[in-house]
């Protein structure tokens, strides 16, 4: 029986523009948004662990907003047509460039065609720019977006705030090295359509020339090359000589078409030119076409994989996550929250009792065991490796605002990783310690908290201000 869940929609390049574009243009999430991501996103995610939940939650989320906001002009849509455009000026314009390689070829020299040349000029010096190209994207792209992809954005920035958006999209690219691999392999796909496009040009244009012109093969060099040349004919052959033997010239044809350099002497036709010209267009398809076919399918698929490793750990994303995903205020049942292992850092005796009501309204977490750590009892930091160890659904670390040294922070995150596994959430609560008492954090203090979180780059992690109203 077939699932009646929707689909989530995938990650696309497209997909990043719009989504910047709404950070940059939107204001703070409001109560309806949170509403909205609670009754129609939420339920959808509740397969996922939490450190999977942010990439699929930000995609549903900007379907939503496209949905209620369809007389909006997206840049995406401009920038889809830009490509698709690009993508067929390549296609035409270095076809007609192989076309008019390969008249060149066909007509110059009393329409007598120099087979190493041909594959020379048809094949193998694509291929070297190909390379070289490669090289120079691979260099660039390790700073940030692609300059194809900042030729593209561009337009597609004019549709909505110019240079806003195209500074906030190159700085989407440079946060993200999943994004820039993304860019990168578009790039890589676009140039490779242009390279078919070359080898087809050159095919069609030499067919048309065979149709119209007397046309002979030769080849030439001053040592005796028989051998070298027999062999080059029958390596680059080989993917087809079992199918079509008549496509490969055999020795006999080989050494015909050399010609010693004597005035007047011109190649043979018949079979030995039908030979020729039958293993030319086959090079050409084989290794020029066939190649640039499979390279496009394997950008397509790392533009896949790269998308999917979006992660959206930069300080904006988490903070339009942290906006989205916070419970509106209310009563919730202690049956419809997860249980959770607080840990009071530093042992200022504000343990689960005392946040309870926020860690239920707030988080829906219900606490249900309270530790210390980073204290001066052996026996208290043991209770709490035994306590983590325990596999806790969710851990929560108490804080005091003004107490954040960034390593000793750092090393009781590593130490809740390696206990608790890398999928189990934390949450940060950050308090303002009044005698023991919890209270509302400082907003100085707060925003040195959330950086610090923020720059974890950990996608089960998070962190909430206390809030004595809740």
């Known amino acids: 029986m077939k699932s009646s869940r929707t689909p989530r929609p995938r990650w696309q390049l497209a997909d990043l523009l719009d989504f910047e574009a709404v950070l940059a243009t939107s204001e703070r999430v409001d109560e309806r948004e949170r509403l909205i991501f609670a009754r129609d996103i939420r339920p959808q995610l509740a397969g996922l662990p939490e450190d999977r939940r942010r990439a699929p939650g930000l995609r549903l989320w900007l379907a939503e907003r496209r949905a209620r906001e369809s007389q ?237 490793r979006l992660d959206f750990q930069a300080p904006r994303h988490r903070a339009l996550w942290r906006s989205l995903a916070g419970v509106t205020r209310g009563a919730v049942a202690e049956s419809n929250t997860d249980g959770a292992l607080v840990l009071d850092v530093g042992g200022h005796d504000i343990d689960g009792t005392a946040i309870r009501g926020f860690l239920l309204r707030r988080l829906r977490l219900n606490p249900e065991a309270t530790q210390r750590v980073n204290v001066l009892d052996a026996e208290a930091e043991a209770a709490a490796d035994r306590a983590l160890a325990a596999a806790p659904g969710h851990v929560v670390l108490v804080a005091s605002d003004w107490s954040l040294s960034p390593r000793s922070a750092t090393r009781l995150q590593a130490r809740v990783r390696d206990s608790a596994g890398r999928a189990t959430p934390v949450t940060w609560v950050i308090v303002a310690d009044l005698d023991g008492m919890p209270g509302a954090p400082d907003a100085e203090h707060m925003s040195r908290w959330t950086a610090f979180v923020d720059g974890l780059r950990d996608p089960a992690t998070e962190v909430a201000a206390y809030d004595p109203a809740a």
Request: some cysteine; overall charge positive; proline content about 4%.
């Open 72 to 308: 909006r002009i997206w840049p995406s849509q401009a920038w889809l047509r830009l490509v698709d455009g690009l993508r067929w000026a390549l296609i035409l314009g270095l076809g007609l460039i192989g076309a008019g390689v390969a008249w060149g070829l066909c007509l110059g020299n009393g329409q007598r065609v120099h087979v190493v040349i041909f594959v020379g000029l048809t094949v193998a010096l694509p291929w070297a720019g190909f390379v070289l190209l490669t090289g120079l994207r691979l260099v660039a792209s390790r700073s940030g977006v692609p300059w194809l992809m900042q030729v593209l954005l561009r337009p597609a920035a004019a549709r909505l705030a110019g240079d806003r958006n195209l500074a906030r999209w190159a700085q989407a690219f440079s946060d993200s090295r999943a994004a820039r691999e993304a860019a990168t392999a578009r790039t890589a796909r676009l140039m490779q359509w242009g390279g078919l496009g070359f080898s087809l040009g050159v095919v069609l244009a030499f067919v048309i020339s065979l149709m119209i012109f007397d046309v002979r093969f030769y080849w030439e060099a001053t040592p005796d090359n028989n051998g070298l040349m027999e062999t080059a004919v029958s390596t680059l052959a080989a993917p087809w000589a079992g199918v079509w033997s008549a496509a490969v010239p055999d020795a006999a044809t080989v050494r015909a078409s050399r010609l010693s350099g004597a005035a007047g002497q011109r190649p043979p036709g018949g079979a030995v030119a039908g030979a020729w010209w039958r293993f030319l267009v086959m090079t050409v398809l084989v290794w020029g076409a066939l190649p640039r076919l499979l390279l496009i399918a394997l950008f397509a698929a790392r533009e896949r994989w790269a998308l999917a």
